[in-house]
């Protein structure tokens, strides 16, 4: 598609709930990732992908949040067993790879969710 | 453990006047700094950027400055338009020469207001 596309653009659940958010980058890039931001905040890394392996997970606050990637394209975050301090807007960004000088990061609108 | 920060929270200007947004990093392993634009409802968009060797790069009305002794950058807007008044973040990369360059540390970000 023309930009990075994310789903569902809003998601309420209750305590305890698994989740999954969906994104979906421009066609062909290379580096996906995964970011959270709080409200009021910048946006803080979770992970990245480079084609369908996981590069870094550094940033995954926690076991209950893993992502994947599995055919190089399309990519899910899923928070098992989900908390209120999970509640923020989750964005996924891609590039056209992750290692050159011009990468430059395309963010989607973000998925916000909210934990009750 | 802020590594970049934003300590304006809001800035308003009038058009055709100077906007000057600034940002302090702290961890000396950053090499390479960004300025993302927000709009609401949008994701972050990418502004303008610039490498630790340099001082200075320009983009039209975009210049940023970068004083590495003082671990400060400055985005400099000018002549500033309605139509920049958005959120703006600065962001930075720890060892960009190598596969980090999409491992972006954001600052909180600075609302700025240009009226008419």
């Known amino acids: 598609g023309a930009g990075v596309s994310q789903s569902p653009r809003y998601k309420v659940t209750k305590r305890g709930q698994d989740v999954a958010l969906r994104c979906d980058p421009i066609s062909g890039h290379v580096s996906l990732y995964w970011y959270r931001q709080a409200l009021g905040q910048g946006p803080e890394f979770l992970t990245y992908?480079?084609?369908?392996?996981?590069?870094?997970k550094s940033g995954l606050p926690n076991d209950r949040f893993s992502a994947e990637r599995p055919e190089g394209s399309i990519s899910t975050l899923t928070i098992q067993r989900t908390e209120q301090r999970d509640s923020a807007m989750y964005r996924c960004?891609?590039?056209?790879?992750?290692?050159?000088?011009?990468?430059?990061?395309?963010f989607g609108a973000g998925s916000r969710l909210t934990v009750l | 453990d802020q590594q970049v920060k934003q300590n304006s929270p809001s800035l308003s200007v009038q058009e055709g006047r100077i906007s000057i947004l600034n940002c302090d990093y702290t961890n000396s392993m950053f090499d390479y700094f960004l300025w993302y634009k927000k709009y609401p409802a949008e994701g972050p968009t990418f502004l303008i950027s610039?490498?630790?060797?340099?001082d200075k790069n320009e983009d039209g009305r975009f210049t940023v400055f970068l004083n590495k002794s003082a671990k400060h950058l400055s985005l400099h807007i000018v002549p500033s338009q309605p139509g920049d008044s958005a959120v703006y973040f600065c962001a930075a990369i720890a060892n960009a020469g190598g596969t980090s360059y999409g491992k972006l540390t954001f600052g909180q970000g600075t609302i700025l207001t240009v009226h008419p």
């Open positions: 960004a891609s590039s056209l790879d992750g290692w050159s000088g011009a990468n430059v990061l395309t």
């Open positions: 610039i490498s630790s060797i340099k």
């Open positions: 992908f480079n084609y369908e392996a996981q590069q870094d």
